[in-house]
């Protein structure tokens, strides 16, 4: 009995550790946003990292906040976000080694065709937000504490609007991603604020469309770092520094620009732009 | 995977990444599964046949468990597994691994409740006849278990009806990474709110199809049980 | 088939079983020695039943004692015991034999001859590979019996074996019981079946609310019972 015991053992450990031993070789993991993720950017440059190098990168897709988290736990080896700020809090803290700005894109404000607040065209968005609630017209927030959830936050500011105390029925809070933010939008016909890239991969748009762009208050700018082997020595950092270079490389940047999606670019590389 | 193409022609024309998926969850289900057995059904048995102190508050908290909310596990799992967690030094997180072990953790109680459930509704018929027989009590287990079988292979299927359909649990620990830890309710939830809901529904009755077979095979196999031994 | 053994005499001593405020068994004295089928008769909850599961060492005296040879706490290797409604295991007639033997740990080379003088012997050859379950009362009753002897017991407890049977079953059964008990196998029986008992008893030990009313020799039980209750009872009459 205890023979056959010790033997069920190894197996059910075989079975656990089986997908473990083969990502200890040459595998990275990255902790980077849902919208990243689905702007199907990562589709694109991963294959073409991985031939290069053959080092496998593989992306968990969460909340800049979570995805901060995750790096703060040490259970990524690398971060791949959109938070200016608390990017550079997360390295003053001590969880990440350096942070390399590696490209933007931008925001839009995406709403119904029939426009019930009058913003299409608009080139200030913070007027726009200001007509979207004194209209009282439907618009749904990621709340989520997401870098595009906090970039909006920071357009309400702009626009001189406390939304967290002047929200009312029109102003819905998901918490969740891009993908599903955008979903909510066209099913009750609302506003929403989304990222270029997500948008225009997106194809549920119903009766949606980008109605004010261009504002330099839009502009999402995107920074990798490596999580610090100080404080969590597992942290594979030559294969991490190897995809943070290769990814500010003309090599890399030329890769980013090269994703079109309908022969648009969306993210447009800026990894030598000072104070990026 | 290429945009346009429906999930039917993906799936007739054989995509290896859509079937990639599909093995991997079935890989992930299965062999929680086959652990959540190996943990159920000797601990559901020994439940159903001894006596101790508190017996009944286990039985009810046994079955209070087999509702355990998926997500919830999912964190719990995943506070363990983080690298800052007790378990960190493993290095499962965000692998295949974690999903077994999330699933394990919802599908055991199941078995063992059931199991439980069905070893001691066997036993109150059988009691006198093996004792009579003067069977230790590894002898009696055995038999019970063997001739209780087709009813555990009832709750088996219940446990994978219960994994394979669950996303909250695996989302979280395994982190959802295409090619490594994608399974086919994963795909779903990632694909709708992309907002391509052709291919998420051709994923979803891939994962349907596979239910019923799986139910389909296990009613056959009763079945011939039933025949030969009545 | 074989010679008497250790296990008898059997012998209550002061034998008391209660369970909770109720008595069932109330300071039994008696010995069961080798020789013809003893049965156990009296009305229902007379302690019939667990008189028997105390003889078969399934039920051990809230107080007094009870001995095997002699011996005390002696294990039910060479007893066996056919309940009234006998629990078929999920497999085969002659798979149900099978796995008396193998608990009784008879060798495996034997099992197929034993299987098959078993089937035999109780009748049931033709049905040996039908699932047990669906069995008819009667042969279900068979084979429990086959069961039993799987072990080559030195003694055999019945429980009302032919209660729910009909009299064809009925006489099968108790055929077999004579055949057993000419092979030397000390049969103990109880019924509630009068006729039955003056079929087959070698001496009577009748009981009535748990305790001993009157033993005898069968012929002069039946022809003289001696006690109020015993004459009463053998009258047909109620006894309360």
């Known amino acids: 009995m205890k023979r056959l015991t010790r033997r069920l053992v190894i197996a059910a450990a075989a079975l656990v550790f089986a997908g473990h ?24 440059l991963l294959p073409i990292f991985k031939a290069k190098t053959g080092i496998d990168v593989k992306v968990v897709a969460q909340g800049t906040g979570q995805a901060l988290d995750t790096g703060r736990r040490g259970d990524a080896d690398m971060l791949f976000v959109h938070a200016k700020a608390q990017e550079e809090k997360f390295v003053a803290d001590g969880f990440g080694v350096k942070r390399y700005p590696v490209m933007y894109n931008d925001f839009v404000l995406i709403g119904p065709k029939s426009d019930p607040a009058g913003i299409k065209g608009m080139t200030d968005v913070a007027e726009a937000l200001k007509a979207i609630k004194s209209k009282g017209a439907p618009f749904i927030s990621r709340g989520d504490r997401s870098g595009t959830h ?8 702009a626009a001189g609007i406390d939304i967290g105390k002047e929200k009312g029925p029109w102003y819905k809070e998901i918490g969740q991603g891009m993908g599903a933010a955008l ?28 109605l004010v762009a261009g504002d330099k208050r839009l502009f999402n700018q995107y920074g990798v770092m490596l999580v610090n082997p100080e404080k969590h020595p597992h942290v594979k950092k030559a294969l991490g520094q190897a995809f943070i270079d290769w990814l500010v490389s003309p090599e890399g940047q030329k890769a980013i620009a090269d994703y079109k999606i309908n022969g648009q670019e969306l993210f447009f590389p800026n990894a030598n732009a000072p104070g990026a | 995977m290429p945009d346009d193409v429906t999930a039917l022609q993906l799936v007739l024309s054989g995509d290896p990444a859509l079937f990639a998926i599909v093995r991997l969850s079935l890989y992930v289900s299965l062999s929680a599964v086959v652990l959540a057995a190996l943990i159920g059904i000797p ?14 508050g286990v039985i009810v908290l046994l079955n209070a468990l087999m509702g355990l909310p998926p997500v919830v596990v999912g964190l719990a799992v995943y506070l363990m597994l983080s690298r800052s967690g007790p378990l960190g030094g493993f290095g499962l997180l965000f692998t295949a691994g974690a ?10 109680p199941i078995i063992a409740a059931l199991t439980r459930q069905t070893i001691e509704d066997l036993w109150i018929e059988y009691r006198d006849e093996l004792t009579a027989m003067n069977l ?7 038999t019970l278990i063997w001739d209780a079988r087709f009813s555990l292979v009832t709750a088996l299927l219940a446990g994978f009806g219960r994994a394979a359909a669950e996303v909250g649990a695996i ?45 389909a095979l296990a009613w056959t196999a009763r079945r011939a049980g039933e025949r030969l031994a009545g | 088939m074989r010679a008497p053994s250790s296990e008898l005499p059997i012998e209550f001593d002061g034998v008391t079983v209660t369970a909770g405020p109720v008595t069932i068994l109330d300071n039994i004295a008696l010995t069961l020695l080798p020789g013809p089928p003893t049965v156990l008769i009296g009305p229902n909850g007379s302690g019939k039943s667990t008189l028997l599961r105390v003889a078969m060492g399934l039920l051990t005296p809230s107080r007094g004692r009870i001995t095997w040879g002699g011996l005390e706490n002696v294990p039910p290797l060479k007893r066996a015991i056919v309940f009234q409604r006998p629990a078929m295991l999920r497999r085969s007639a002659a798979a149900n034999i099978r796995f008396a033997l193998r608990a009784a740990g008879i060798p495996r080379a034997e099992h197929a001859r034993r299987v098959s003088e078993l089937l035999e012997l109780v009748g049931l050859e033709r049905l040996a590979d039908r699932a047990a379950r669906r069995l008819s009362g009667g042969e279900q009753q068979r084979l429990a019996l086959a069961r039993a002897l799987a072990r080559d017991p030195a003694v055999l407890f019945l429980d009302e074996p032919t209660a729910s049977l009909d009299p064809v079953s009925t006489k099968a059964v108790e055929d077999i019981i004579r055949t057993v008990s000419e092979r030397n196998i000390k049969v103990v029986m109880a ?38 209750e015993a004459q009463t009872f053998l009258a047909g009459e109620l006894l309360v």
């Open chain 1, 21 to 44: 031993a083969s990502a200890q070789d040459k595998s990275i993991v990255v902790a980077s946003t849902t919208s990243t993720q689905d702007s199907g950017l990562f589709g694109h």
């Open chain 1, 150 to 157: 906090i970039a909006e936050l920071d357009l309400w500011k």
């Open chain 1, 183 to 210: 979903n909510t939008a066209s099913a009750a016909n609302a506003y929403v604020l989304a990222d270029r890239g997500t948008w225009l991969s997106f194809k549920n748009r119903g009766d949606l469309d980008i």
């Open chain 2, 43 to 56: 601990l559901g048995a020994w439940i159903a046949l001894t006596r101790f102190p508190g017996r009944q």
């Open chain 2, 99 to 108: 999903m077994i072990i999330a699933q394990t953790v919802l599908v055991t």
């Open chain 2, 136 to 142: 230790g009590p590894i002898g009696r287990v055995m």
């Open chain 2, 171 to 215: 989302i979280i620990v395994g982190g959802n990474i295409e090619g490594f830890t994608r399974t086919m309710t994963t795909a779903i939830a990632l694909e709708t709110s992309k907002g391509d809901l052709p291919l998420a529904v051709g994923l979803g009755l891939v994962l349907i199809a596979i239910v019923i077979a799986v139910n």
């Open chain 3, 191 to 228: 019924t509630h079946d009068l006729g039955e008992a003056r079929r087959l008893a070698g001496d009577v030990v009748m009981l009535h609310r748990g305790r001993i009313v009157e033993t005898g020799a069968a012929a002069s039980f039946f022809e003289l019972p001696q006690t109020a």
